[in-house]
């Protein structure tokens, strides 16, 4: 299914007057995990500025252990810190990648701003080696957009 077709689904699934945010969110996630054949992990982390940690708040794909990831530790602790896009091509070649499977590839986060403040992200892992492009940044972007302005 391509991005374009998906961003409506995903504004439906966020007008939901019904659901508190971490349901939305999951669906968001399963949303993205069924319908785009490389996101085999989709999860959304945010941040608790005061312990310097990310928290995993919604998530599609196989359990994770890493609910609590501190700011600065692998690729999701460093986008809390850096502010910006992390695409990895090869997850093998990042000194300070946290392994969550031995089938994880590949992985792209991306920050999730909310009036100009990097207040978590959104993650996703896949078992592709290098399936992430310039269109999957934009359309995670977009994604971000709209769920900082559910919250």
């Known amino acids: 299914m391509s991005f374009n077709s998906l ?4 504004e439906t699934i966020l007008a939901n007057k019904n659901r508190n945010n971490e349901q939305l969110l999951t669906e968001v996630c399963e949303l993205l995990q ?3 054949e490389y996101y085999d992990w989709v999860g959304f982390y945010f941040a608790n500025e005061a312990e310097k940690t990310l928290h995993l ?11 609590v990831i501190p ?16 695409v990895v091509p090869d997850v093998k070649a990042q000194d300070n ?8 590839k590949s992985e ?16 996703i892992d ?18 971000n957009q709209v769920v900082a302005e559910k919250l």
């Open 126 to 143: 896949s078992h592709v080696a290098d399936p992430f492009s310039e269109e999957d940044e934009r359309f995670l972007e977009w994604v």
């Open 34 to 36: 069924s319908n785009i």
């Open 7 to 10: 961003k409506p689904k995903i």
């Open 71 to 86: 700011f600065g530790k692998g690729i999701c602790g460093q986008v809390a810190v850096s502010n910006s896009n992390f």
């Open 108 to 123: 792209i986060v991306i920050p999730l701003f909310k009036n100009g403040k990097n207040i978590g992200q959104i993650d």
């Open 57 to 67: 708040k919604a998530f599609a794909g196989e359990a994770t252990d890493h609910t």
């Open 97 to 104: 990648y946290i392994a969550c499977s031995i089938n994880v």
